[in-house]
Each structure stands twice: as C-alpha cells, then as structure tokens.
C-alpha cells in the first residue's frame, strides 16, 4: 500500500534537472519539507548499501527519482553511465527503501516503447520493446520495481514548461527568439506534457487526493501531435512564425534510429487538457519576455 508520512521530509534525487527542480519548487509552496539531493551530495554508483546508510541517515518519508541520464544521443555515447544511472540506480533505491518500507516514486519514459508505427498510443498494459540506448537503460530500471506496492513508476512523453528551458523545446524557443530560423521535425509525433501538470498530479498522489492502486502510471496530455506543429503554434504568439520551418526528421544524424510516433495514453488516468497547458505555457512566455528574462 502506498502511504506517504508526510510529516517525514521527501528526498528528491536529481534535484538540478527539470523535473527534479519543478517538483521541490512545487512541494515547497504547499510547505512539504524536502531533503534535494545532486550529485556533490551522493555518489550513484555507490553500492546498494552505501546508498541504503544514505537514505537511513536522512529518515525521509517518500524517495522521488529524477536522476536520469536522459537524451538519446547522450546515452548512446555514454552507455555506461547511462546504465548505470538509469538502470542499476532505480534498483538500488528500491533495496535501499525496503527494509524500511518507505515509498518511491520512480519516472520513466515513453521511450520503453519502439514507437516506429503510427499505430495506436501506448497504454499501462502495451508491451515495452525499446529500441535505443536511453529506452533499454530506462525500461532496465522500471523492471526493478514492478512488483512492489509502495514503488510508483510513472512513465511521461516529451515534456515543455518552465524548468524544461535547456531541454529541445526550450532551446528551440531560444533559438528563433535571437533570430535564427529552426528546422523541425514534421514527422516526429509525441503527446507533449507540460511538467507542471505532471508535478501536480504527483503531488495531488503523495497527498492522498489522488485514488490510484497500480504500480504504474502514465501521466500524460491529449493530444499527439508533431514537434513542429507545436513549435509553430507556440511562434505564432510571438510573431515568429517564419522562423519555423518544417522538415523531415532523416534531415537530423543521430547513431540510433529516433523514435517517430512516440507518445502515451493512460487506462487509469484521466489525460491532462493540452490546450489548457499550453495556454499556461505561453502565457508564462509573455511573462518573462516582459520582464525581460533571458529564457525567451
Ligand atoms: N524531459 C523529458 O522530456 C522527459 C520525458 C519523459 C521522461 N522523462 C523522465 O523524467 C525524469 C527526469 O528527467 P529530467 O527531464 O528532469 O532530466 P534532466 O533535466 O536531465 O535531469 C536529470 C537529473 O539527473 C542528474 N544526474 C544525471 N546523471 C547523474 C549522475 N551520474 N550522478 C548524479 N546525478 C546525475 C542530473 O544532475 P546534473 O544536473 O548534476 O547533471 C539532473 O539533476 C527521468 O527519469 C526521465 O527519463 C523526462
């Protein structure tokens, strides 16, 4: 059963990453105390029981692994610390919470799946099948936990929003605002999610206000549609639009074939409104351009 002593503190591994930072910045406004962890504070390829000791020292409540090595070219170069951070890491965690009983959230990714066909969006009950680096190193960390009923895997899409700015949406969004024009995949599809709605519903889940009693979720918006249609639809709002053009993803070389009809679709979970999330998105846009920040 997955019951969260809120009173204890939630250790955040990944504290520097997007996700990492977007889930502390949201647990602390509502006040839940935190013990964030990067890497000057643990060593992930300690052993298991190093990590145990760590964990055992801070007396958290709730573990939440953002640690990742995440991007496909990167893991594909980096295949050591990519299992190494993405697969044995989670096992670890999991030994070194059991004995004490204490909850984890874990994150994985749509990229488990092979994502090759346009064929319908994959749910909690699809069959992984992983055909890159980052997706077999993921898919080897979300099997350590599959059996247990106080771990929670949660697989996401893409993810956009304000914590995601030097991720591919961000950049991109940097890119055409300081007068370059972009080339975007036309024919790369995703159900892009915006990280805050993701954190809330986390959030909403650790606080009892979420009823869910699987021990794996997908978190993830309503809309499949291209890298460029969103970047194009986000430019328009800042009369940018010519500075996106569309092209076909063979144009990119990368080591591994990138998955093109990526995405996810929840049997449990109602999905987050698209539209709603990118009106967020923009409006936040507009925010810091007129306060003159330097994300867009
Ligand atoms: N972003 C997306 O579009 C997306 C989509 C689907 C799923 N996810 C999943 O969401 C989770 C979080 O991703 P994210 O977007 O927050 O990634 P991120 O921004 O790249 O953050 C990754 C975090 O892991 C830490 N890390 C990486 N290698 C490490 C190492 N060897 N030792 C210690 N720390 C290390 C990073 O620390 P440093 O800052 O020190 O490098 C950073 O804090 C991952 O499980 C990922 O698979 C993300």
């Known amino acids: 059963m997955f019951k969260v002593d809120t009173k204890k503190a939630i ?17 602390n406004k509502i006040g839940l105390p935190l013990i964030k962890v990067g890497r000057a504070d643990l060593d992930l390829g300690l052993n298991a029981k190093s990590i145990e000791e760590y964990i055992n020292d801070h007396s958290p409540g709730l573990l939440i692994n953002c640690a990742c090595l995440i991007g496909l070219d990167k893991c594909n170069l980096q295949r050591k ?30 990229g488990v799946f092979s994502c090759d066909e346009d064929g319908p969006l994959n749910t909690e009950t699809s069959t992984p099948q992983p055909t890159t680096w980052y997706g077999v190193t993921k898919y080897l960390g ?9 771990c929670l895997t949660i697989r996401m899409p893409m993810l956009y929003g304000p914590t995601n700015q030097h991720q591919i949406i961000g950049k991109l969004l940097q890119k055409i605002k300081s007068g370059e024009n972009i080339q975007v995949s036309n024919d ?38 291209s890298i460029y249609e969103f970047m194009a639809y986000i430019a328009r709002f800042f009369g940018l639009e010519n500075k996106v ?52």
């Open 11 to 27: 250790m955040v591994f990944g504290k520097t990453g997007a996700l990492g930072r977007e889930i502390c910045a949201q647990a």
């Open 81 to 110: 610390e990519a299992i190494e951070v993405n697969g044995h890491f989670p096992h670890k965690l999991f030994l070194g919470s059991q004995k004490n009983r204490i909850p984890l959230v874990h994150f994985s990714t749509d």
């Open 142 to 150: 979300e099997s350590f936990l599959g059996g247990s009923d106080n």
């Open 188 to 225: 790369v599809f995703n159900t892009l999610t915006y990280t805050p709605d993701i954190v809330g519903w986390v959030l909403d889940f650790i606080l009892g206000k979420q009823t869910f009693s699987n021990n794996l979720v997908h978190l993830t918006s309503d809309k499949r549609l």
């Open 245 to 296: 053009l569309s092209t076909s993803s063979d144009r990119f070389k990368s080591a591994e074939q990138k998955p093109r009809f990526g995405g996810l679709k929840s049997d449990y979970v109602k999905e987050f409104s698209f539209q709603n999330a990118i009106d967020e998105y923009i409006n936040w846009l507009l925010e810091q351009d007129k306060e003159n920040k330097v994300c867009l």
